[in-house]
Antibody, heavy 120, light 108 residues
Framework: EVQLVQSGAEVKKPGESLKISCTGS????????IGWVRQMPGKGLEWMGL????????IYSPSFRGQVSISVDTSINTAFLQLSGLAISDTAIYYC?????????????WGQGTLVTVSS | SFVVTQPPSVSVAPGETARITCRGD??????AHWYQQKPGQAPVLVMY???DRPSGIPERFSGHNSGNTATLTISRVEAGDEADYHC???????????FGGGTKLTVL
């Protein structure tokens, strides 16, 4: 069974940094892409970027390029989303999800989401 | 940039048909995907490439894409279908994924 399991909820102060993890199981992790999606409170989904686990090839949404960093460690089947210089507006649920391919494919499996709260 | 528009809400009575739309320029060529998201849960893929249904999704769910509008249709709506529905498209020019704003389906 394919599963994506994310790290737990975080509470951070403005200006701090954060690294969220997403561990895949039940499939050959290194042969798939992993994407990250943000959902701000009461809002829709926003695609942030993708990484190919096999070679760390990374694509960022123009809206998030330079604001976040996506990485992967295939030795532990885990992808990471790093957020730096956190602002109150970064408060959101962050999901990892597995797309069937790089360009335009749907996300067939999702992590459970990681709630990030940024508050002074 | 490529803009995708969904109605904020759709309401239907149980047993009726719900139609949720996703509008954007030349959307027909972009292959629409749809996700169902219930409160407190992660999204679930319910339709992909306009009209393909993943395993486990009831036949009551169907999809169509023509012109500037992709439509997710839910027939014989049940109380358990109440959720937010998000469309996802591919921005060919920008080479990235775009989500619509989501539509809240209320079963009256």
């Amino acid at each position: 069974e394919v599963q994506l399991v994310q790290s737990g909820a975080e509470v951070k102060k403005p200006g701090e940094s954060l690294k969220i993890s997403c561990t895949g199981s039940g499939y050959k992790f290194s042969t798939y892409w992993i994407g990250w999606v943000r959902q701000m409170p009461g809002k829709g989904l926003e695609w942030m970027g993708l990484i190919y686990a096999g070679d760390s090839d990374t694509i960022y949404s123009p809206s998030f390029r330079g604001q976040v960093s996506i990485s992967v460690d295939t030795s532990i089947n885990t992808a990471f989303l790093q957020l730096s210089g956190l602002a109150i507006s970064d408060t959101a649920i962050y999901y990892c999800a597995r797309p069937l391919c790089r360009d335009g494919c749907p996300f067939d499996y999702w992590g459970q989401g990681t709630l990030v709260t940024v508050s002074s | 940039s490529f803009v995708v528009t969904q109605p904020p809400s759709v309401s239907v009575a149980p047993g009726e048909t719900a139609r949720i739309t996703c509008r954007g320029d030349t959307i027909e060529r972009r292959g629409a995907h749809w996700y169902q998201q219930k409160p407190g849960q992660a999204p679930v893929l319910v339709m992909y490439y306009d009209s393909d249904r993943p395993s486990g999704i009831p036949e009551r769910f169907s999809g169509h894409n023509s012109g500037n509008t992709a439509t997710l249709t839910i027939s014989r709506v049940e109380a358990g279908d109440e959720a937010d529905y998000h469309c996802q498209l591919w921005d060919i020019s920008g080479y990235h994924r775009v989500f619509g704003g989501g539509t809240k389906l209320t079963v009256l």
